[in-house]
């Protein structure tokens, strides 16, 4: 079983790039989530989305969009990196909403230069 | 202001003993608490789940508490072993249907041979 898999696992990107970063899950679970972590700061979440077709803002959404148009893959864009967003992305998927585990990825290592 | 705060201290111990780390939490009401574990260039592995109705949940070696009324949770690893040094994570959830997880910044465990 390949769970939750993201894509790629490393990238560099110049300030003002725009880059995708692809998360796809197999396990038929409606609930996706970005995140991304910080040295210092845990986790946080950027956007997430509660089924195909949907999608709703996290803690730290400025500068990132999201599109769930299938029910396996939910993407995160970038459309002007910053060096802020250097960072490790993690996706997570759950199978509902209320107190299931969450599956994560093995992240994404962005770096902004 | 919202706050989970967990040991910024790795926890240094000796195999065999058993290691507690602390999960506090501030202006949070969780409807449950979750406790992940995450390896160096990994994404999290979830771990335990513990309700607000709860007191105490175990699995294997590991055991979870949760008191509302002292907005804390004490996670427990008996008889730790080198494999169980790792990052530990709690995060609180249930503030909405959506499984949004609010995650502390983790605490790291050595376990010494």
């Known amino acids: 079983n390949a769970g939750v898999t993201q894509t790629p696992k490393f990238r560099v990107l110049k300030t003002g790039q725009s880059m995708t970063l692809l998360c796809a899950q197999d396990m038929n679970h409606e609930y996706m989530y970005w995140y991304r972590q910080d040295p210092g700061m845990g986790l946080r979440l950027i956007h997430y989305?509660?089924?195909?077709?949907?999608?709703a803002k996290g803690e730290v959404p400025d500068g990132y969009n999201v599109s769930r148009l299938k029910k396996q893959n939910f993407l995160l864009g970038l459309e002007s990196a910053a060096p802020s967003q250097t960072s490790v992305y993690f996706c997570?998927?759950?199978?509902?909403?209320?107190?299931?585990?969450?599956?994560f990825g093995q992240g994404t290592r962005l770096t902004v230069v | 202001s919202q706050k989970i705060e967990q040991n910024s201290e790795a926890l240094n111990i000796q195999e065999g003993k058993t290691a507690t780390l602390t999960c506090n939490y501030t202006?949070?009401?969780?409807?449950?608490l979750q406790w992940y574990r995450q390896d160096p260039g990994r994404g999290p592995v979830f771990l335990l789940l513990i309700r607000e109705n709860e007191k105490e949940k175990r699995k294997e070696r590991l055991k979870v508490t949760f008191d509302t009324t002292l907005k804390q949770s004490l996670f427990h690893i008996t008889a730790s072993q080198p494999a169980d040094s790792a990052t530990y994570l709690c995060a609180l959830g249930g503030v909405d249907g959506n499984n949004r997880l609010a995650f502390g910044k983790g605490n790291q465990v050595v376990v010494i041979p």
């Open positions: 997570a998927s759950s199978p509902t909403g209320e107190g299931t585990e969450a599956f």
């Open positions: 202006n949070y009401s969780p409807a449950y």
């Open positions: 989305s509660v089924g195909e077709g949907t999608t």
